[in-house]
């Protein structure tokens, strides 16, 4: 069966909370927030069941028991089969081994950001970086509270790589506004000048003029429309 069925990381954390004992679905939901799994993976009770479900439906986990709290409504609880450990290793082998291209928001923000006035990017760029810089301190504090700084580094290690990329994320971001604010990226000034045409209300196919040599597939063939 192709794993794209049931692709959601939602679906590897179920079936790593059974692996370890069978849970009802409310317990799954419970353990995985207290361990802080909300926060590397998107966490919904509606979206739990409908995970369950797909799950039970290709064989990778089964009903174990049917449980019942004084009045409160049965639940059922639900168990890892041998087709389920073996999908559970498996997928979790080929996520930590392969790279696979994922598409963050603000990477397709920067691959638009002409469509703005440069100095207008460099703007909204520093209040980025400032949202950043207060999100790392906030997980700064949490890392040396005493629920965190005791933990085995086996338990924080995804805690880490978010921090390692939100300051990557951060530097690259300031570093990019300081750029646009003293005109140094490449090409700057022929996007400052498209803007300057488009706030004449030039017509178009003057701004396009303008930006034809410059666009990749125009630049190698010598043409535009």
């Given at each position: 069966?192709?794993?794209?069925?049931?692709?959601?990381?939602?679906?590897?954390?179920?079936?790593?909370?059974?692996?370890?004992?069978?849970?009802?679905?409310?317990?799954?939901?419970?353990?995985?927030r207290?361990r802080?799994?909300?926060?590397?993976?998107?966490?919904?009770?509606?979206?739990?069941?409908?995970?369950?479900?797909?799950?039970?439906?290709?064989?990778?986990?089964?009903?174990?028991?049917?449980?019942?709290?004084?009045?409160?409504?049965?639940?059922?609880?639900?168990?890892?089969?041998?087709?389920?450990?073996?999908?559970?290793?498996?997928?979790?082998?080929?996520?930590?081994?392969?790279?696979?291209?994922?598409?963050?928001?603000?990477?397709?923000?920067?691959?638009?950001?002409?469509?703005?006035?440069?100095?207008?990017?460099?703007?909204?760029?520093?209040?980025?970086?400032?949202?950043?810089?207060?999100?790392?301190?906030?997980?700064?504090?949490?890392?040396?509270?005493?629920?965190?700084?005791?933990?085995?580094?086996?338990?924080?290690?995804?805690?880490?790589?978010?921090?390692?990329?939100?300051?990557?994320?951060?530097?690259?971001?300031?570093?990019?506004?300081?750029?646009?604010?003293k005109?140094?990226?490449?090409?700057?000034?022929?996007?400052?000048?498209m803007?300057?045409?488009?706030?004449?209300?030039?017509?178009?196919?003057?701004?396009?003029?303008l930006?034809?040599p410059?666009?990749?597939?125009?630049?190698?063939?010598g043409?535009?429309?």
């Open positions: 069966m192709s794993r794209r069925a049931i692709a959601n990381p939602l679906a590897l954390a179920v079936l790593s909370c059974l692996w370890e004992r069978p849970m009802y679905p409310y317990e799954i939901t419970t353990t995985l207290e802080g799994k909300e926060d590397s993976i998107r966490l919904n009770f509606g979206s739990l069941y409908a995970v369950i479900k797909s799950l039970e439906k290709h064989g990778f986990i089964e009903e174990a028991r049917f449980e019942r709290e004084g009045n409160r409504p049965e639940r059922t609880v639900y168990e890892i089969t041998a087709a389920g450990r073996v999908e559970t290793t498996d997928w979790l082998r080929d996520l930590l081994e392969r790279p696979a291209k994922e598409y963050p928001s603000i990477e397709a923000g920067l691959s638009l950001m002409a469509i703005l006035p440069p100095q207008e990017v460099a703007g909204l760029l520093r209040t980025r970086a400032e949202s950043l810089t207060a999100d790392l301190d906030e997980r700064g504090r949490l890392a040396e509270s005493p629920g965190v700084a005791g933990l085995p580094e086996i338990f924080t290690v995804e805690f880490d790589y978010k921090l390692a990329l939100l300051r990557a994320e951060r530097d690259f971001i300031a570093a990019l506004a300081d750029r646009l604010d005109g140094e990226v490449g090409g700057q000034d022929v996007w400052a000048r803007h300057e045409l488009l706030a004449q209300g030039r017509p178009a196919d003057e701004v396009q003029a930006l034809a410059h666009l990749p597939g125009e630049a190698a063939t043409t535009h429309e």
